[in-house]
């Protein structure tokens, strides 16, 4: 009898403890009685009746992410590519979650394929390849839309890999090799254009300093020839006036010691004289010492016959 109220006592501590449940954070429980939803645990304590009451179903609030196997798709241009995405979503209604679809995951994932096909059937390859933003754009749009009465939210959607087939990948690589060699020569050719230009610069401002130099070494030139005419200008009016000064000296002190016109005659010959040793082929005489220069030249003639 006793044993019997030991294991009464241990079996009903069990069924208390079992009743116990707490939830963890990011969590949640629907929790159904007797077959029929009876609500949904959020964290914390909570406590079920024995053998009515059971925990259906243990939700993950968390952001999830299903990366679902690459789905062959058709272009509008008739180009068959395999395409692979990556979907972000989360759980916002527990009970919608548990209740409203029997396999959620494999839910999104074919509806994911359903309206990758639908969207790249609308395009063709060149855009597929260049519009990544523009359909995952669409298709989170399409996907949250669709999944929301199953209680999901579809918070992103990307497109990880989009393998077209071998001989369009070959193409792609000789176009793009092409273009690399168009750009390359387009590149050398401005360079080689910009260099030319640099080097007819370069000499068009060699030529304009070189005449500019040109110009300014013709005007020192100019100017020291002008200095030097002015200086030699100056030294001969300087001489001249010396010449003067000196002539009007010795005619003063001629003067002064009393000499005649007929003095005075003779020197001026003599003057004619040394102007005419030998620099000179013609000399015009005074018609007023004329008359003394004959009467010097017999007077020479005289001498010589004696």
Not at 140 to 145: G, I, K, P, Q, V
Not at 185 to 199: D, H, L, P, Q
Request: charged share 30%; proline share 3%; glycine share 4%.
């Amino acid at each position: 009898m006793g044993y019997f109220l030991v294991l009464v006592v241990i079996l009903l501590l069990v069924i208390a403890a079992s009743c116990v449940k707490i939830v963890p954070q990011a969590n949640a429980y629907v929790v159904e009685r007797l077959g029929a939803y009876q609500g949904t645990w959020s964290v914390g304590l909570h406590i079920k009746m024995p053998v009515i009451d059971k925990v259906a179903k243990k939700i993950n609030l968390k952001e999830q992410v299903v990366d679902f196997a690459p789905q062959p798709v058709i272009t509008k241009d008739n180009v068959t590519m395999r395409i692979d995405t990556v979907v972000f979503f989360q759980i916002t209604d527990p009970k919608m979650f548990a209740y409203g679809v029997e396999n959620p995951i494999m839910a999104i994932e074919n509806l994911t394929a359903t309206t990758l096909r639908n969207i790249i059937g609308d395009l063709e390859l060149d855009q597929t390849l260049t519009s990544r933003e523009t359909i995952n754009t669409k298709m989170r749009a399409s996907l949250d839309e669709a999944t929301d009465p199953w209680g999901i939210k579809v918070n992103r959607v990307e497109l990880k890999n989009i393998i077209p087939p071998a001989e369009i990948q070959n193409a792609m690589e000789k176009q793009m090799k092409a273009e690399r060699e168009r750009r390359e020569a387009v590149t050398r050719a401005e360079g080689e254009k910009k260099a030319s230009v640099t080097v007819a610069e370069g000499k068009k401002a060699a030529a304009i300093l070189e005449a500019e130099a040109e110009k300014q070494s013709a005007i020192l030139r100019a100017e020291a020839q002008k200095e030097k005419m002015i200086r030699e200008a100056e030294g001969e009016a300087e001489a001249i006036l010396k010449v003067q000064q000196a002539t009007a000296d010795g005619i003063r002190m001629i003067r002064e010691a009393g000499a005649d016109e007929s003095v005075l005659r003779i020197k001026s010959l003599e003057a004619f004289e040394k102007a005419a040793d030998g620099k000179a082929t013609k000399i015009i005489i005074p018609s007023e010492i004329q008359g003394l220069a004959g009467l010097a030249a017999s007077m020479k003639e005289l001498v010589s016959d004696k």
